[in-house]
């Protein structure tokens, strides 16, 4: 059982940055996978990025490559997204999920994960 709970949200200006932090309950969320992602209001929830448990393969979104940056410290249970270069277009709700095992085609999918925080607002004013 992992237990998720993200930070570092909140209120900031089109081309400033946020970092987020996820940080895990268990001694064994250095072997899950970790995904973020995002919701804005009326939209589905949508994958932002994805690293893998060492930390050394990483996935993102054609949305945000370039402008986002996912890691990870499994001594501190932590896995982070520096969103650098932010748009109002980026304002959501973000939420970290893990999952022991995953497909590779599900990594951009809700349904490849296991257990969810309950996300952190990102607004990004124009």
């Known amino acids: 059982q992992v237990q998720l709970v993200e930070s570092g949200g909140g209120l900031v200006q089109a081309g400033g940055s946020l970092r987020l932090s996820c940080a895990a309950s268990g001694r064994t969320f250095s072997s899950y996978t970790v995904g973020w992602f995002r919701q804005a209001p009326g939209k589905e929830r949508e994958f932002v990025a994805h690293i893998t448990p060492s930390g050394v393969i990483t996935y993102y979104a054609d949305s945000v490559k370039g402008r986002f940056t996912i890691s990870r410290e499994n001594a501190k249970n932590t896995v982070f997204l520096q969103m650098n270069s932010l748009d109002p277009d980026d304002t959501a709700i973000y939420l970290c999920?893990?999952?022991?095992?995953?497909?590779?085609?599900?990594?951009?999918?809700?349904?490849?994960?296991?257990?969810w925080g309950q996300g952190t607002q990102v607004l990004v004013s124009s």
């Open positions: 999920a893990a999952a022991r095992v995953i497909d590779l085609s599900d990594i951009g999918r809700t349904i490849g994960y296991d257990y």
